[in-house]
């Protein structure tokens, strides 16, 4: 077929079947870019309330009368409960469908942040808290288990997962400045009230762009592997439990080594029944092959590790710029600006890079800027908030280098099969390592706050004595993971393969 074109030449037309696989590609396209809109928008929801939280805690104290010692529960049972049930959450959505699973988990946690926001006083918050950290233990996994198998080609699920990554980082450092401004102009129920409303949209742009043909429910469902869930939620909950409370009892008190007791206890029992889930028929929850790729192991290292620094820095730094410096809701806030704009720009950049550079050069690039940022905040702890700031930056920058390769590392390392259960247990090592961050930080700021006399400066100097320990922590990690990723593993099999990039 042809057609005169304006010079007066003829040219062959686009036969009619191509035009329509060309409309096709373009509904595909953009069906998937609603889907990673939705997938964005979930992700960052569950990272905004893990910190809005921090710069709230003050006004609700004073509004429901809390004391202290139950303040931190207000924070610490978030982080509990979802910890213990991301590895349920993933199972989930391989038994009923991840569509299903994702909505279910957003409608959870936008009732519970609306139940937190006219919560009358402690104990109904707390309960609204629960409530949500189900919501974000049923959706959270299958955000990053989706854009797997949405984006099967390697560049652009990499540039997928880099804006993934952005969003969550974006989530995460505007938690505490969307949190200082709602509270400073009106009450610490807005931050609640903002997380309620993005759920509501999450759960309305999720229902048209999530395909139920494609993430419905499977045709055969393999059953639910319930010892194994109630273990994993066993040892998770008592991990999660023993570092949290360990700042309150101390290390060696009988109920913090009875809790990681129960934690080692429940975790062998739990790799015992992943052994025999399959041969029951059962979905293991955490397939033990999984531990098999390099490249999976260490970027559950480099999670735990970026998450042990970020939560400590957001926590103890917000503690440090409203207590001891004297800065309002909203100026303390405001002063991670810098380190929230670094960590959502380069998320995304750092997905185009991975076309160029691999997944494991990335995650240790990034943990060794974020390493140089910690050493800086050591040696300007002391000094002016604006040293204080810039070297918050950096840090922005270095995670938001790693943020991205790593999640796609974690998923990419193994079976498409697996996807579910690999983001599942990467959700899980990062949540562990944003409360290992604040338990294990928080005994050495208090060790410094004691070394030294005088208010301001005790706490800066055992600021500055972690900030050390955190550096040293990112560059051990940064080596570990070189070492982890000098061979690349086959993706369907999780056989060592011959190409030399990790």
Partial sequence: MTELTGDGLLRRSRLPGEVQRLRN???????????????????????????????????IRVALHVSGTSLQ?????????????????????????????????????????????????????????????????VMTPQTLSILVTEYTNPTRRARA????????????????????????????RGGFMVSAVLGVVTLLLGFRAISSARYGRPTHAPSLDFAGAALSVLALGALVFGLIESATLGWNSPF????????????????????????????PLMPLELWRSRGFVGANIAGLAYFFTLFGILYFYSVYLQQYRSFSTLQAGLSFL???????LVGPVTGRLSARFTTTSLTVAGLLVAAVGSSLLALLSAGGVVGVVCSLALFGVGAGLMSSPMSNMAVSSVATRHSGAASATHNAFRQIGSTLGVAAL?????????????????????LSHAMTVVAVVLVICALTVAVLGRRRYDFSTVTPSVSSKA
């Fill in 338 to 344: 810098p380190m929230t704009i670094a960590m959502a």
């Fill in 442 to 462: 928080g005994t050495i700021v208090s060790a410094g706050h004691h070394a030294a006399s005088g208010t301001t400066t005790a706490f800066s100097t055992g």
């Fill in 256 to 283: 913090i080594v009875g809790a990681f007791a129960l934690a080692a206890s429940a975790t062998a029992a739990f790799i015992l029944t992943q052994r025999a889930a399959s041969g029951r028929g059962c979905l």
């Fill in 25 to 59: 590609d373009d509904r595909r396209a953009a069906g998937s870019a609603a889907l990673l809109t939705v997938m964005c928008l979930g992700l960052m929801l569950s990272m905004f309330n893990a910190t809005v939280v921090n710069v709230m805690l003050p006004d």
């Fill in 73 to 137: 529960w207000v924070a610490a049972l978030f982080t509990l409960c979802n910890a213990a049930l991301l590895l349920a959450g993933g199972a989930l959505g391989e038994l009923i469908g991840k569509r299903m699973t994702f909505l279910s988990g957003v409608a959870v946690f936008t009732a519970g942040s609306a139940a937190c926001a006219a919560a009358p006083n402690l104990g109904v918050l707390l309960a609204a808290r629960t409530v949500q950290a189900i919501g974000v233990a």
């Fill in 161 to 188: 997962v880099g804006i993934w990554a952005g969003m969550a980082s974006l989530g995460l450092a505007a938690g505490p400045v969307v949190g200082g401004v709602v509270t400073d102009v009106g009450s610490w």
